[in-house]
């Protein structure tokens, strides 16, 4: 049992590359295409803001600098807004506005995996523990995700949680999978942690979903980490070792999820997102209709 700290740092990890989106992101990065009016990322943020996120810490690459700047004042974009009265936008724009001093950026220097990015964040985070949401799931429900995942880590007194879903029990070999365990508060504990096993060795259809609150021991896990799968540093592979020496709770999450790194979730995000926004669900709606009913596929 580990000692109940706060969490109020949320590490997003966004220095993939994001091949599945070439051409696109060859100049952009994933995590700002945009899901409607808003870059994935904006609403990743907004998750980790809603369950009481203090401070947004982004490990990012080459090509990132976008994402820095989309964080940042635009000065001379609030001044012409505000000489043209576009009072609304104005407002729009503070709100999503992260305090000075509220988010930091560090680089990864090479894309070596998803371990090794979080591993870029141990200096920032410090001996806390804290939240690591990864940016190309987005998910959709009237309360976070993490919301519901920083209740269950304090029901549960602490410990590492991770949000599960439930897959087709065929394939589970996609998924890092994990055994259910005896129920606490609005979770399970989880019993053992398999990386995509076949179906008849997976102990369950609940596969990890992408968001985590972690103890900062990952870090030092982390630092001596080999490279596993498709020779990259893996969370995984260090959360395994994590589980020997401390308790992970799983959280079940219902709602929508949309894997924004795939061009079909991507896809289905745009959406589903715009069919949840009161004011252009209407319009959106009937043009579907129309599209789904008239769109053949195009024959080269
Ligand atoms: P993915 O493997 O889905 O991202 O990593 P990718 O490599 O960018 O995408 P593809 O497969 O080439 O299209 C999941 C998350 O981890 C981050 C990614 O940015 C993504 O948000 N990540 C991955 C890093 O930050 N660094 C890495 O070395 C690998």
Redesign the pocket.
């Given at each position: 049992m580990v000692t109940m700290q706060k969490v109020r740092k949320a590490v997003f990890?966004?220095?993939?590359?994001?091949?599945?989106?070439l051409p696109a992101t060859k100049a952009i990065p994933?995590?700002m295409l945009t899901v409607v009016d808003r870059p994935v990322i904006q609403y990743v943020v907004d998750e980790a803001l809603q369950a009481g996120i203090e401070h947004l810490i982004f490990?990012t690459?080459r090509n990132k600098g976008v994402i820095e700047d989309y964080f940042d004042i635009q000065v001379e974009l609030s001044n012409t807004l505000a000489e043209r009265g576009k009072t609304a936008e104005l407002q729009l724009l503070d709100e999503l506005q992260p305090r000075a001093g509220k988010s930091s950026f560090t680089r990864?220097q090479a894309?070596?995996?998803?371990g090794?990015?979080v591993w870029c964040a141990r200096d920032l985070v410090g001996n806390e523990p804290f939240a690591l949401l990864?940016?190309?799931m987005i998910m959709q429900a009237e309360k976070s995700c993490l919301s519901s995942m920083v209740e269950l880590y304090e029901q549960s007194g602490g410990g590492n949680v991770i949000s599960v879903e439930t897959c087709d029990p065929k394939e589970t070999a996609k998924y890092g999978i994990v055994g259910r365990g005896s129920e606490v508060g609005s979770g399970f504990r989880v019993d053992g942690m398999v990386e995509k096993p076949k179906p008849e060795d997976a102990p369950s259809n609940f596969f990890i979903s992408g968001r985590y609150i972690l103890q900062p021991e990952i870090f030092d896990i982390l630092e001596t980490q080999e490279r596993g799968a498709g020779n990259?540093i893996q969370l995984t592979d260090g959360m395994l070792k994590l589980a020997d020496r401390q308790d992970f709770y799983a959280y079940h999450f219902t709602g929508r999820t949309f894997d924004c790194?795939s061009k079909e979730g991507f896809i289905e995000a745009n959406v589903a997102f715009a069919l949840w926004r009161a004011d252009i669900r209407d319009k959106v709606r009937g043009n579907l209709q129309e599209l789904m009913e008239t769109v053949e596929p195009a024959r080269r």
């Open positions: 990890p966004v220095a993939g590359l994001g091949t599945r989106f994933k995590e490990v690459g990864q894309p070596l995996g998803l090794h990015a990864l940016p190309d990259e790194g």
